[in-house]
T-cell receptor
Framework: DGGITQSPKYLFRKEGQNVTLSCEQNLNHDAMYWYRQDPGQGLRLIYYSQIVNDFQKGDIAEGYSVSREKKESFPLTVTSAQKNPTAFYLC?????????????FGEGSRLTVL | KQEVTQIPAALSVPEGENLVLNCSFTDSAIYNLQWFRQDPGKGLTSLLLIQSSQREQTSGRLNASLDKSSGRSTLYIAASQPGDSATYLCAVRRVGSNYKLTFGKGTLLTVNP
């Protein structure tokens, strides 16, 4: 079945540690995105990528890093510089490079800082 | 700057009732608007995508309308069922925003048996 797979589903991190969240899609979509969701707030864009080896900062990129070495994969690293990393992280993708593409999401990864 | 508002924040209805969820946006220059459903602790599931040139889209018991000039969209759910209980979010892609979508905070719907 085609879809977006995020792992791990739950992750615990000690302060000062970097962690990497995985996102893999087999939909053959060109564009991929990372969003952060906090209670009482709308989704906020962290990073997005339109094509392989290219990505742009979203609205809250500080303390995060990404890579796009393969079309199918868009991992997100939450660095120790991110001051409040506890949140629900959602990966998404859309087809093509136009503006009409429908957005599809993975099941999310919940990160908790201990 | 685009702002998206969803009212009410929460809604509780008895099973079988027809209902309407509202979404408003401040900048009418949009490419499209998308409605999503989110169950607790889960990702978002796409329900309907309406392009800026369209007035409505239908899928099963769901019907979404778009009025760009007034900056409004509605999601109509017919004959609601307990399984429809979830948070419903709308998002718009504004012209000139490249790939960014702006999301509302959602409406938490509870359908009581």
């Amino acid at each position: 079945d085609g879809g977006i797979t995020q792992s791990p589903k739950y992750l615990f991190r000690k302060e000062g540690q970097n962690v990497t969240l995985s996102c893999e899609q087999n939909l053959n979509h060109d564009a991929m995105y990372w969003y952060r969701q906090d209670p009482g707030q709308g989704l906020r864009l962290i990073y997005y990528s339109q094509i392989v080896n290219d990505f742009q900062k979203g609205d809250i990129a500080e303390g995060y890093s990404v890579s796009r070495e393969k079309k199918e994969s868009f991992p997100l690293t939450v660095t120790s510089a991110q001051k409040n990393p506890t949140a629900f992280y959602l990966c998404a993708s859309s087809m093509g490079t136009g503006h009409s593409g429908e957005l599809f999401f993975g099941e999310g990864s919940r990160l908790t800082v201990l | 700057k685009q702002e998206v508002t969803q009212i009410p924040a929460a809604l509780s209805v008895p099973e079988g009732e027809n209902l309407v969820l509202n979404c408003s946006f401040t900048d009418s220059a949009i490419y499209n608007l998308q409605w999503f459903r989110q169950d607790p602790g889960k990702g978002l599931t796409s329900l309907l995508l309406i392009q800026s040139s369209q007035r409505e889209q239908t899928s099963g018991r769901l019907n979404a309308s778009l009025d760009k000039s007034s900056g409004r969209s509605t999601l109509y759910i017919a004959a609601s069922q307990p399984g429809d209980s979830a948070t419903y979010l709308c998002a718009v892609r504004r012209v000139g925003s490249n790939y960014k979508l702006t999301f509302g905070k959602g409406t938490l719907l509870t359908v009581n048996p």
